[in-house]
């Protein structure tokens, strides 16, 4: 039997749960509020629920493919070094950004481990909050996408995975964090 760590993992149950095509569907539209979810912080194994930002601070959700700790998205890996590296900026404007993977929580800390990831890295290995927001799937992997919210936890920018443009680079999410308005109507 295969191990999470074993390269084998790679055709495992997770990868027949997410095989099938599954396109980014646009059930959430700009303006909404965001979906609540709590996911454990790979981190400090603790529970990071959304909603605690609410009221406090916007927040940049970007949600990465990565299939196992040892086999990224070539799509994928470059644009997790550029938001570590971005990183800094989003929390000097004010956000958080919060790293959505579904990888399980061991394979997620060798990830952290390897990458030197200092943003909160949230485990969703069933998942549940990559449907919820409908990021789509295919080939063994939910697809990525990257959300940007207000304040308030509603949706003001929003970046779906195209063959074209895979993910939402830095400057652009910094730009949907800047074009926020400053006072809002709740």
Known sequence: MATATSPSSLIGWRFWQNFLPIPPLSQLQLGDRAPDFCLTRVQNQQPQRLSQYWGDRPVVLAFTRIFTERHYCPLCFPHL??????????????????????????????????????????????????QQYHTGQALGAPLPAQFVLDRY??????HRFSFLQPNAEPNRLLYALSSLPLKENI
Not at 93 to 101: P, Q
Not at 153 to 158: K, Q
């Open 81 to 130: 070094v550029a938001l570590q590296t971005a990183y800094p900026l989003i929390q000097a404007a004010g956000a958080e950004l919060l790293l959505v993977t579904s990888t399980d929580l061991s394979q997620s800390q060798i990830v952290v481990e390897e990458l030197g990831l200092t943003m909160p890295f949230l485990a969703d290995p069933y998942c549940q909050v990559f």
């Open 153 to 158: 936890g509603r949706i003001r920018f929003w």
